[in-house]
């Protein structure tokens, strides 16, 4: 999906890494999921000079420009390499580095194993954003209350489940070659094949074929973890990579995991007729959210819709149907591990979280050595090898380091090295990066949350504030009679930093960027809450959220005519 796929396994970072400013500077570096605009067929008119002949300089604040060299799009290598830069995974996080590698006229060569889009594109974000927009038509069609609202009167609604698939399928493809053709058009050589390290600056992919590079990324993504004693048929007992496939639509599905993917998929089974059980591990649900989040969001999203749900347990083994005899699912206490229920069912969905995919990338050839699977990184995202050591001209983002589960966070990571092979150095701010959940209603949600931020205050010695508003005061959401919803900042009242903001209500993975490049651009409550926002919309409730906050008045305000520095 969208978002990180874990509730047990893998969670936030709680830290900060630092921030030299926003990523994104120029309209081509848009992005839908973390895909550029050139995903949806947009390409650029003319390309700049590009630039070869690199000489990189130790110090951060000296860097060498790059002589103009070719005109195709790809830049000319140095003698000694076939390449500047070898991207291994063509996904969302190898797209966008690749293509911000040939704006700084690197040439560039992407490998890919599978299909050009990861798991974002084929197996995540881009079709599962398709089955939700189909459930919250249903969603919003079957809620005669609702209609009626408007003065609208609507007969019994229906859908044809292979219709919907296809719907899912179509988009995944046509973003899946649009990818293709924006890299191949820009001039990145796209090769096929299963690629690995075979050493300091090379690759190996495919059968027999080696490459060189002055620096390689490894961007190779993640699989559906799937715990022992779960047997996947992918029938009766699939992960989120067979669900999205639609092929059926039981009348009863276990999700074992509460997390995103469980929430987004609890989102579109209920639409279209299914009864859900949630299996969570922890002693709550929605385990990585804001807690007043969670509680809102399942008073609204679970309560009211055919879900129950069995918490603090795990599911040790999982049988699929067969034989005429349904999908079996034995439960056990999380914390004594002694035997609690026995579920049948007729269908299981695995939700619990994701695996890096690094097995057979030829780690041991440069002595890296995993860390559960994730491969060590520092806040440049350069790889650290068994005694600690960078490993020169070595990076890896994106699942596989393990440090935000996110495809947009991929792409994010993906450009800041390709800042810091190309000559500027360039660390990038993780609590900066947001996630979304897109249930009907939304979550979404930047930085830290409340227990979080008051953790940190208290080592660190400031005082935590917190303020919130609701969308039943915003004229946009009671105009579409949507105004079930919060908004929620967490910030220091010295200073008037943002440390976190949550939203709960419609559209919410849209509003939440304002915050999120507020946060990335250091940006105080003093200074944005002087902005101003178009009535009547949505963007209202965070200008509210803005203005509630209170901010001690010592805390300085910059003014317009200052620059700010990026």
């Not at 269908?347 to 619990?352: E, P, R, V």
């Not at 105080?524 to 008045?553: M, W, Y």
Request: proline share 4%.
């Amino acid at each position: 999906m969208a978002l990180s796929f874990s509730q047990t396994s893998f969670t936030r970072p709680n830290h900060v890494l630092g921030s030299t400013g926003s990523v994104f500077s120029t309209p081509r570096s848009l992005r839908f999921c973390g895909l550029r605009r050139e995903a949806f067929g947009f390409s650029p008119s003319n390309q700049l000079a590009l630039r070869s002949d690199r000489i990189r300089i130790p110090s951060r604040k000296s860097f060498q420009v790059f002589a103009s060299a070719s005109s195709n799009g790809n830049g000319a290598p140095p003698k000694s390499f076939d390449y500047d830069l070898i991207i291994i995974g063509a996904g969302v996080g190898g797209h966008g580095a690749a293509l911000h590698a040939v704006e700084k006229g690197l040439k560039t060569a992407i490998i890919e194993g599978d299909v050009v889009g990861g798991t974002c594109v084929n197996r995540g974000c881009v079709p599962s954003k398709a089955l939700l927009a189909v459930s919250g038509r249903m969603r919003e069609l079957q809620n005669e209350h609702h209609m009626k609202s408007f003065g609208l009167q609507v007969s019994a609604a229906g859908y044809d489940r292979q219709g919907v698939a296809d719907h899912a399928n179509n988009l995944a493809t046509k973003i899946r070659n649009n990818l293709t053709n924006s890299m191949k058009a820009l001039g990145v050589d796209i090769l096929t094949g299963f690629g690995s390290v075979l050493g300091p600056q090379k690759v190996k992919y495919g059968k027999d074929n080696i490459i060189t590079a002055k620096d390689i990324i490894i961007a190779t993504g993640s699989v559906p973890f799937v715990p022992k004693g779960i047997e996947v048929d992918g029938k009766t007992v699939i992960t989120s990579d067979h669900a999205l496939k639609l092929e059926s639509v039981p009348d009863w599905i276990a999700i074992v995991g509460s997390g995103y993917i469980g929430l987004e998929f609890s989102d579109v089974y209920t639409a279209l007729g299914s009864e859900v059980t949630f299996i969570e591990a922890l002693d709550q649900l929605m385990p990585g959210f804001d807690p007043e989040i969670s509680k809102l969001a399942q008073r609204v999203l679970i309560n009211p819709r055919k879900i129950d749900y069995h918490t603090g347990v795990f599911a040790s083994k999982i049988t699929p149907a067969k034989d005429g005899k349904p999908v079996l699912i034995e439960l056990i206490d999380a914390k004594t591990k002694e035997p609690k229920d026995t579920l049948e069912v007729d269908a299981a969905l695995i939700a619990t979280g994701r695996a890096p995919f690094t097995n057979g990338l030829g780690l041991e050839n440069v002595n890296v050595v995993t860390q559960r699977g994730f491969i060590p990184v520092d806040e440049r995202m350069r790889v650290i090898d068994g005694n600690g050591t960078l490993v020169p001209n070595l990076y890896c983002i994106g699942d596989a380091n393990g440090k935000l589960m996110l495809a947009h966070a991929a792409s994010a990571q993906g450009i800041s090295v390709v800042e810091q092979v190309s000559g500027r150095d360039h660390v990038l701010n993780h609590l900066s990066i947001p996630a979304a959940c897109f249930t009907h209603p939304e979550i979404s949600m930047v930085g830290l949350t409340e227990p979080q931020a008051k953790e940190k205050g208290e080592k660190e010695g400031f005082k935590v504030s917190v303020v919130k508003t609701s969308f039943k005061a915003n004229t946009k959401a009671l105009a579409e009679n949507e105004g079930e919803g919060i908004a929620k900042m967490i910030y220091r009242p010295d200073n008037g930093e943002i440390l976190g903001v949550h939203i709960f209500g419609l559209h919410a993975a849209d509003l939440i960027h304002e915050a999120s490049n507020a946060i990335a651009l250091g940006t105080r409550i003093q200074d944005i809450k002087l902005a101003v926002h178009a009535h009547p919309t949505l963007s209202e409730v965070l200008d509210e959220l803005f203005k509630a906050a209170k901010v001690e008045s010592h805390a300085t305000t910059r003014t317009v005519s200052e620059k700010v520095v990026v």
